[in-house]
């Protein structure tokens, strides 16, 4: 009897064994068939569109004039040096004062979504063993693609049929791991749309060579088929190509040329006139110059340097920078939103610290507003912005206007009254979660917080029915809710952040 059981048992686990089998050979064959589909209608597609494009690029490209340059406003740091105030004055309970301003400016929204290939790539395929990688440095950071030297190519010229022909060879599934891989390091870095283009530039460069015709179209066609918006453009006196992008910002210092009311801005060109191939291809978008998130780029750590709160000395943190992502830094363009340069610095406070400063400040500063209210909480963070830090203008330490990332005011020996909003606005949401706007005084910006306490006393704006107190980190020594002599508030401008 007990043995009928056994063999009654092991039948049906032989059935379910088997049928599982069968039932996974089946879904598996079902998920290469969907595979296999959806890899051919993405081929299809892409196919399709380089194929279109490449046909009208063999056409005679149009002429077009470059318009010079937009100078960035200059927007004039005061004071010099700051105001500090007397100690007797701060110990007084400032006056509940509501302020007048001027004007509310709300930038869009950041647009964070980034733009996507022609068409979505199904399935990332697996590198074989025979693959040969090509290996490239980007802001000191370790990259490699899927590309040997068998994928490089030679321009004559910068003709139009040389160049489609060119970009029908680069169109070719021999590139498609490349394009895979540049995007997997878009993700992989978190690269921004201006980080992800020096990174294509510096990887082109590599491997074609610098300044190079050749260079240049590569880096025009993995920026185009990761989905942005580009337009190439020839010098038929220089025999040179370049490539143009469209931005949704304005860019200051770079000429551009106007195609369809929309401006596009030539990489590496300072040429007055060029031939123009101005065609559109499927879901191209504009790049954005927000960053709005960390660029993990590998640490190379700056020497370390100590800061202290002068009013609170158990404030003391040690820091470096990250060396690299200063670089990065450097070659980020200045901008703003709506034709409205108070905008530029919600580029700046968007981005946020990097996590290699977070671990080091934030633990101290946690510790010191630990069990605080919110009023003596900021007060402390205030204190360390202010007192901490050299200040000096951005004409006297660089030349020109340089509002700073919050990690660079841990790299350079000066800041400003701009750098210190930026940096104060982004520990305050960090740390207290509260709302910050801008106080953009003609020459000065400060901040003003929505405290969750409405009984702090001070200096206040009402904005949109909510009560945000004046906040300023270059007020040295000025606890919150105390305005800077000088200030006229009647033309302060309330700029929100994101």
Not at 70 to 87: Q, R, S
Not at 101 to 121: N, Y
Not at 228 to 242: F, G, M, T, V, W
Not at 454 to 476: E, F, H, K, W
Request: include cysteine.
């Amino acid at each position: 009897m007990m043995n009928m059981k056994k063999i009654a048992l092991l039948l049906l686990l032989s059935i379910c064994f088997f049928t599982g089998k069968a039932q996974d050979r089946d879904l598996k064959a079902e998920y290469e068939a969907f595979r296999n589909k959806a890899q051919k209608e993405y081929n299809d597609f892409r196919d399709k569109a380089n194929a279109e494009y490449v046909q009208f690029m063999s056409e005679a490209w149009k002429s077009y004039n470059s318009m010079p340059a937009v100078t960035a406003p200059k927007i004039p740091d005061f004071p010099n040096p700051p105001v500090t105030i007397p100690e007797k004055e701060n110990e007084k309970v400032p006056e509940n004062k509501p302020l007048p301003f001027e004007k509310v400016i709300t930038p869009p929204p950041v647009i964070q979504e980034q733009p996507k290939p022609i068409a979505p790539v199904p399935v990332i395929e697996q590198p074989k063993s025979s693959e040969k990688w090509f290996s490239f440095t980007v802001f000191g950071t370790d990259c490699k693609v899927r590309l040997s030297d068998a994928n490089k190519f030679s321009l004559k010229d910068s003709k139009e049929k040389t160049i489609a022909g060119a970009w029908q060879r680069l169109s070719q599934p021999e590139y498609n791991n490349l394009i895979r891989d540049c995007l997997g390091l878009r993700d992989s870095l978190n690269l921004c749309d201006w980080a992800y283009l020096e990174m294509l530039q510096q990887l082109s460069s590599d491997f074609l060579g610098k300044n190079t015709n050749e260079a240049a179209l590569l880096s025009a066609f993995l920026y185009n088929q990761s989905g942005y918006k580009i337009r190439l453009a020839r010098s038929e006196a220089a025999n040179r190509l370049y490539f143009m992008i469209a931005s949704q910002h304005l860019i200051f210092g770079m000429n551009y040329y106007t195609l369809a009311n929309e401006k596009f801005y030539p990489i590496n060109c300072s040429e007055k006139s060029l031939n123009i191939f101005d065609r559109a291809f499927p879901n191209e978008t504009a790049l954005s110059l927000t960053i709005g998130k960390e660029q993990y780029f590998a640490m190379n750590y700056s020497d370390k340097k100590t800061y202290t709160a002068k009013r609170y000395p158990q404030v003391t943190v040690t820091v470096s920078a990250n060396k690299n992502l200063m670089e990065f830094f450097n070659t980020y363009p200045r901008s703003y939103i709506n034709s409205d340069p108070t905008t530029m610095w919600t580029f700046y406070a968007n981005t946020p610290l990097s996590q290699h400063i977070k671990d080091v400040l934030y633990p101290v500063l946690q510790d010191a507003i630990q069990g605080k209210s919110e009023q003596d909480a900021a007060n402390i963070i205030i204190n360390f912005v202010q007192t901490v830090f050299g200040y000096q203008t951005d004409d006297i330490q660089f030349g020109y206007e340089r509002p700073f990332f919050s990690d660079e005011n841990f790299f350079y020996p000066y800041n400003n009254c701009k750098d210190r909003a930026i940096l104060y606005a982004n520990i305050i949401r960090d740390l207290m979660g509260l709302k910050v706007v801008f106080l953009y005084y003609p020459g000065h910006l400060a901040t003003a917080v929505q405290f969750k306490e409405s009984t702090i006393p001070g200096d206040y704006l009402i904005v949109n029915g909510a009560r945000y107190l004046v906040c300023d980190p270059t007020y040295i020594g000025a606890n919150i809710g105390r305005t800077m002599p000088g200030m006229d508030n009647t033309k302060a401008q309330v700029v929100f952040l994101e």
